[in-house]
């Protein structure tokens, strides 16, 4: 299956596409872990996104784009993927439609857990005491609500309309919204 998981900063997207991929035997692909990855090693990319990434904006629309297209022509992710963090912005869905048309792919649905922000922003403000992530401080984890909500919440209206979206309740129990979402799929 080919998939994409959506949601806010803080909505357990991570925690749960890794539990859904493995359920589903597929990779997946978080962008912001390719970034942290490449920022902890120091590489080139690494060097490139850094201050975006402390700063809670978007990495470069050219750069995500090509990660991805490398990232997909790995031999795990030929029978399917969930990504997690990808697409985000509408020139991102246009270059992922052309990815998988080159291969005569298509995408089996586009799974959004819908949370309640206040929510969401307690749960990052805990993480930030735990992990210590760099863009885990609340002005700039408000900051990335705000670029979710006028960049990414778009998306979700465009997989609407083409028939592929899925929403999920993701408040709850990590067990609970795992089966939702795999109770939600569609059968394949
Ligand atoms: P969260 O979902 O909590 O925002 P992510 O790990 O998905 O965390 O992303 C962290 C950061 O990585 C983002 O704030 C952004 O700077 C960068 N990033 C990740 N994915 C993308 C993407 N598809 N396009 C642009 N920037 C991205």
């Avoid at 592929?164 to 569609?186: N, Q, S, Y």
Wanted: proline fraction near 4%; charged fraction near 30%.
């Amino acid at each position: 299956m080919r998939l994409i998981i959506l949601g806010p900063p803080g909505a357990g997207k991570g925690t749960q596409a890794a539990r859904i991929a493995e359920r589903l035997g597929i990779p997946a692909i978080s962008t912001g872990d390719i970034f942290r990855a490449n920022i902890k090693e120091q590489t080139e990319l690494g060097r490139r996104v850094q201050d975006i990434l402390a700063s809670g904006g978007y990495v470069p629309d050219e750069v995500t784009n090509e990660i991805v297209e490398d990232r997909l022509s790995w031999d795990d992710a030929t029978n399917g993927f969930l990504l997690d963090g990808y697409p985000r912005t509408s020139g991102q869905v246009d270059a992922l439609d052309a990815m998988l048309a080159r291969h005569d792919h298509a995408l089996d649905a586009v799974i959004e857990l819908e949370v309640d922000e206040e929510a969401v922003v307690e749960r990052l403000l805990k993480r930030a005491e735990t992990e210590g992530r760099a863009d885990d401080t609340e002005d700039v984890i408000r900051e990335r609500q705000a670029i979710y909500r006028k960049e990414t919440a778009p998306l979700s209206e465009h997989y609407e309309l083409v028939g592929l979206l899925v929403k999920v309740d993701g408040m709850g129990g990590v067990d609970e919204v795992t089966d939702r979402v795999i109770a939600a799929l569609p059968h394949h």
